[in-house]
């Protein structure tokens, strides 16, 4: 089992970057694949960013590739979000979650455990 805590969200101006954390406990932290989400009120959860279990292969979506970094550092037990070029329409909370198969997936049904997520104000 694995359990997930997100930090680093905050508010910041249009254009600038942030950089979240997803700390991860358990044995087996590094078998995992890892995702972010994210959902802004009044719209339905969304996939942002996924990386596999050894960090050889990464996957964005549309929106925010070119502007946002999924990495990993099993030693840590750590994914980290960089995200630059913020826009107001990033402002949403970001969750980070974890899939037991050690292959990167983009749907949320995919993923066993989530953290409670951190909150990304982007403002204009």
């Known amino acids: 089992q694995v359990q997930l805590e997100e930090s680093g969200g905050g508010l910041v101006q249009a254009g600038g970057s942030l950089r979240l954390s997803c700390a991860g406990s358990g044995r087996t932290f590094s078998s995992y694949a890892m995702g972010w989400f994210r959902q802004a009120p009044g719209k339905e959860r969304e996939f942002v960013a996924a990386i596999n279990w050894s960090g050889s292969t990464t996957y964005y979506a549309d929106s925010v590739k070119g502007r946002f970094t999924i990495s990993r550092d099993n030693a840590k037990k750590t994914v980290y979000l960089q995200m630059n070029s913020l826009k107001p329409e990033d402002t949403a909370i970001y969750a980070c979650?974890?899939?037991?198969?050690?292959?990167?997936?983009?749907?949320?049904?995919?993923?066993?455990?989530w953290g409670q997520g951190t909150q990304v104000t982007v403002s204009s």
């Open positions: 979650a974890a899939r037991r198969l050690g292959l990167l997936a983009t749907t949320a049904s995919e993923y066993s455990y």
